[in-house]
T-cell receptor, first 111, second 115 residues
C-alpha cells in the first residue's frame, strides 16, 4: 500500500484563488518529488526537495519540505485554468529503492 | 531528445492470459522503472531495472516480471492476468537512478483492460 498520504483528495477553486496540497509520511524520507498529471496524461516532474526545511519556488508554485523530512506541501498562488490537474508527491524512504507516490490531489480551477 | 515511448497504448485481455508491455527509455537514461496506476490512484512502484538487472521491487507478486536490454529499453510481463490488473502501466526512465534520487520521466502509458 501507499505509505505517503496526501490531502485533500480534491480541491475546486475559482481562478485567482490560492491552492495548497499536503503530503505526509509515517517514516523519514530521503527526498520528496512533486509531479503534475493532466487529465489523460502522464505524470510530469516538477521539483525535488532533499534538505530538511527546504523551500523552493517556481513562479507561482512554492514547495516546502518539513524539518523532520516527513511532510511536504505545494502551494499555488493565484491559480490559473492551466493549473488544472492532479498533483502527486512521491517520497523515497532511506532504506528502499521505491518512489512512493501519494494518491494525489485533483485540482479543478473554474474561470 | 527522444522521450519515453511505450507500446501498445491500449490493450484488452482476458483473465488468465499473459501480456508483454514495452518501453523505450529517454535517450541517455540508463534506469527504467515500472508503475501501475489504478483509476483515481497514484502510481504504484512495480520494479526498477538498472544495468539490465532488477534492483528494487514493490509489493507485486512474481507473475509480474521484467527485462532490460543493453539499449536500456525494457519489457514488463504479466502472467495469469487477473481482473485487478486492469490499470494504466507507466514506464519511467531516469539517469543513474539506482538510489531513487533522480527525476522520473514518464511515458504516456499502456492502458490494460482485463475482461
Amino acid at each position: 500500500g501507499q505509505q505517503v498520504m496526501q490531502i485533500p483528495q480534491y480541491q475546486h477553486v475559482q481562478e485567482g484563488e490560492d491552492f495548497t496540497t499536503y503530503c505526509n509520511s509515517s517514516t523519514t524520507l530521503s527526498n520528496i518529488q512533486w509531479y503534475k498529471q493532466r487529465p489523460g496524461g502522464h505524470p510530469v516532474f516538477l521539483i525535488q526537495l532533499v534538505k530538511s526545511g527546504e523551500v523552493k519556488k517556481q513562479k507561482r508554485l512554492t514547495f516546502q519540505f518539513g524539518e523532520a523530512k516527513k511532510n511536504s506541501s505545494l502551494h499555488i498562488t493565484a491559480t490559473q485554468t492551466t493549473d488544472v490537474g492532479t498533483y502527486f508527491c512521491a517520497g523515497k524512504i532511506n532504506s528502499g529503492y521505491a518512489l512512493n507516490f501519494g494518491k494525489g490531489t485533483s485540482l479543478l480551477v473554474t474561470p | 531528445e527522444t522521450g519515453v515511448t511505450q507500446s501498445p497504448t491500449h490493450l484488452i485481455k482476458t483473465r488468465g492470459q499473459q501480456v508483454t508491455l514495452r518501453c523505450s527509455s529517454q535517450s541517455g537514461h540508463n534506469t527504467v522503472s515500472w508503475y501501475q496506476q489504478a483509476l483515481g490512484q497514484g502510481p504504484q512502484f512495480i520494479f526498477q531495472y538498472y544495468r539490465e538487472e532488477e534492483n528494487g521491487r514493490g509489493n507485486f507478486p512474481p507473475r509480474f516480471s521484467g527485462l532490460q536490454f543493453p539499449n536500456y529499453s525494457s519489457e514488463l510481463n504479466v502472467n495469469a492476468l487477473e481482473l485487478d490488473d486492469s490499470a494504466l502501466y507507466l514506464c519511467a526512465s531516469s539517469l543513474d537512478g539506482v538510489w531513487g534520487n533522480q527525476p522520473q520521466h514518464f511515458g504516456d502509458g499502456t492502458r490494460l483492460s482485463i475482461l
